[in-house]
């Protein structure tokens, strides 16, 4: 009886290399499958991690910590995000979810062509060295980057992202530190010992940030961060 099973279960086999035509059916399977595992892509192959932590810092700095609330930081840098992706995703749409619409290419031959775009985005991002850590842990090696897998170019592109991320976000704090050690300064010249620092420093940041348009600076910086 295992003995049964096991020839049973050694025969199987997807493959999904000769699936043209898809149905309506197959297309739903698809569309679940991508929104399943959306989350993921969102945080790990997108520009997202980079702008809502940058966001997350900027609002830390400002000494604001509720204030915009996590919810609308995630919903802007999800539209960031989704502005930012736009030209690779409408480049992989174009040579591969329309080509496997009409029934021209299989899924493999799609699959393969919308890595290249994505790819190359990613790669453009990721720094020389974070790709290296990780290649060489790999033991991969490859005369092109582009040719290296998925599973070793997303780790580097996301430690790429956080580096990239929490530099712009010390950028983002020099200012506000200033105006903190200016206002300590002050107070504990006056003797002013009992007052937090914080609770007089809060309005001049909020209306230095309001003066020089802030989030309009922050978001210009993190869409020039992107390398196309």
Avoid: C
């Avoid at 930081?73 to 930012?84: D, E, N």
């Avoid at 029934?103 to 990721?126: C, F, N, S, Y």
């Avoid at 300590?184 to 007052?195: E, F, K, P, R, W």
Wanted: overall charge neutral.
């Amino acid at each position: 009886m295992t003995v049964s099973l096991l020839a049973a279960t050694s025969n199987v086999n997807v493959n999904v290399s000769g699936l043209k035509h898809p149905s309506s059916a197959v297309l739903i399977i698809i569309v679940i499958t991508v929104l399943a595992v959306a989350p993921a892509i969102l945080v790990l192959m997108t520009g997202f991690t980079r702008v809502f932590i940058v966001l997350s810092l900027t609002r830390n700095a400002l000494g604001t910590q509720t204030v915009p609330p996590n919810q609308v930081i995630a919903g802007l840098a999800l539209i960031l995000s989704l502005f930012i992706m736009g030209p690779v995703i409408s480049q992989i749409n174009h040579v591969a979810v329309q080509p496997y619409d009409k029934g021209t290419i299989t899924a493999t031959q799609a699959i393969d062509r919308g890595e290249v775009p994505l790819k190359h985005w990613m790669l453009a991002q990721t720094r020389d060295g974070d790709l290296e850590l990780f290649t060489s842990t790999a033991k991969e090696s490859a005369k092109k980057p582009q040719a290296l897998p998925l599973t070793t170019i997303i780790p580097a592109f996301v430690l790429s992202e956080i580096e990239t991320a929490f530099l712009m976000g010390f950028m983002i704090f020099i200012p506000f530190m200033v105006i903190d050690l200016v206002v300590s300064a002050i107070m504990m010249s006056m003797g002013m010992y009992m007052l937090p620092p914080t609770l007089i420093s809060l309005p001049f940041k909020i209306l230095l940030f309001v003066l020089v348009d802030g989030w309009t600076l922050v978001v210009s910086s993190l869409l020039q961060s992107f390398h196309s």
